[in-house]
């Protein structure tokens, strides 16, 4: 087994400390459609016309369903969605959801981990890197690996073996997240990544 290399996450000074906002189209689309935050920080979401932006649990989600799980629900206006608890977070258009108007919020702790802890889920190396990085993971089951850039988008997705060389050439040199989901997409830890040539 390789030996896995002590994992820190961001401290409350993170890569997404910017303001965050979320909009509906006129193409019947979220914009963004996928993002990442960190816990307790603010979205801004602006819903127009008929468009709703309602949470839905992963399962309705991925059936591009509308079924509410009695989370947050806006209707037309602007709205502030502030989500505490890590995790990730469907949504739906209810008007819209069959013809596939849906996003997701990522939300990652801010709660550092202590650096000598054993149960780290992945290494990566180099950091920083220039062209490609290995990432070496715990466990490899149903597990992805996501890499989301400073203003919380998601730049790059992949599903992972257990030790992969993965090709970040065509990121713009800056500052990452690199995320490990398991396999009901939900964060298991993360960090952060350096791009520099």
Not at 42 to 49: E, N, P
Not at 56 to 62: C, L, Y
Not at 122 to 149: W, Y
Not at 155 to 182: E, M, P
């Amino acid at each position: 087994m390789n030996k896995l290399y002590a994992v820190v996450l961001f401290s409350a000074t993170s890569l997404f400390a910017g303001a965050q906002t979320i909009s509906t189209t006129g193409q019947n689309t979220f914009n963004p459609s996928t993002l990442t935050i960190d816990q307790g920080q603010t979205i801004t979401v602006t819903v127009t016309g008929i468009h709703t932006m309602t949470e839905v649990d992963q399962s309705v989600w991925d059936m591009n369903g509308n079924t509410s799980n009695g989370g947050f629900n806006y209707s037309a206006g602007t709205h502030m969605l502030t989500l505490t608890l890590p995790g990730t977070y469907y949504y739906v258009c209810i008007p819209h959801a069959g013809s596939g108007m849906k996003g997701q919020i990522t939300v990652l702790s801010t709660v550092g981990i202590d650096g000598t802890e054993a149960n780290s889920v992945f290494a990566l190396f180099p950091n920083p890197a220039k062209d490609m990085i290995t990432v070496t993971t715990a466990v490899s089951g149903g597990m992805a690996l996501s890499i989301i850039d400073a203003t919380g988008r998601e730049v790059a997705h992949q599903k992972l073996t257990g030790d992969d060389t993965i090709d970040i050439s065509a990121l713009a040199s800056g500052n990452y997240t690199v995320a490990i989901l398991n396999k009901e997409g939900m964060i298991e830890q993360s960090q952060q990544l350096s791009v520099a040539r």
